[in-house]
């Protein structure tokens, strides 16, 4: 049973560091093959390794980003390990930091705008957060902009598989936890088509990290398969401009709710690493 924090903070950030690699991988090599077949100019990830630029604090990361890609519109593919202090502020709104501000945080995130609209926006974090608590937290979400009952299916029996594996009660608990944390109040509606959001998991810290773990090649595995089906279909600019008004719901819930986003933003985090989740283009009507 591992019992110390240095340990648990450095298997913790480790595994993170290692998902992030073998996303760029699997990634990398669908936008390479796409343009391959398709005879298309190549576009690769841009990796820019960043550290925190306030001497109080310590930490950084790497953001490995595609623009304008042949399937990915955009992807950010996005690993940190940071610690500091929170600000008055902030500290309150994080459990065990509002006595002692102090915190160590590491995590992986991952948001991904498909160039086809008939793919959903992807979207996946996991974190291991050490105030005078320590948990873990993530989930995996999908946004479509187009309805697709099959698809919807298919991605939460994935899920749900990977979740039975742990615990029989994860799913529904999780799934219902991300319908009501992926909530646009001001539209009165969901921002896709659900998938699980779990937060301050601290009961058993090995057993926690090895759902963490299963919560990454979970999300490939259902990125990968819905790529795979809908990669080649054909699409029309009603469609794509369908997208870009789908993607102004995906904004609007990022900068109004988004927990990720303020924590980033409140830590001193690298700007454009936290705001990588936002679409290139989108549209209001």
Sequence with gaps: MIKD???????ASNWFETLQKIFLYEFQNIEINYAKKNKKKIKRFKIRNWKKSDTKEEGGGS??????????????????EVRGKF????KSQILGANKKPDYWASGISIVAHMK???????????????TKKEWFGGGIDATP?????????????KIKKMCNNHNKKYYLKYKKWCDKYFYLPHRKETRGMGGIFFDHKQKNWEKDFSFVRDVGLCFLDCAKDILENKIHKKWTLKQKNDQFIKRGRYVEYNLLYDKGTKFGLNTNGNTDAILMSLPPIAKWN
């Design 5 to 11: 924090l240095y340990s648990k903070k450095k298997i």
């Design 63 to 80: 953001s490995a980003i595609i623009k304008n890609g042949n399937v990915f519109d955009s992807i950010g593919v996005n690993f940190s």
């Design 87 to 90: 600000n008055k502020k902030f």
């Design 116 to 130: 086809n609209p008939k793919i959903p926006a992807l979207h996946f974090n996991t974190r291991f957060i050490v």
């Design 145 to 157: 902009s187009f309805q697709d009952r099959n698809e919807k299916i298919n991605f939460h029996k």
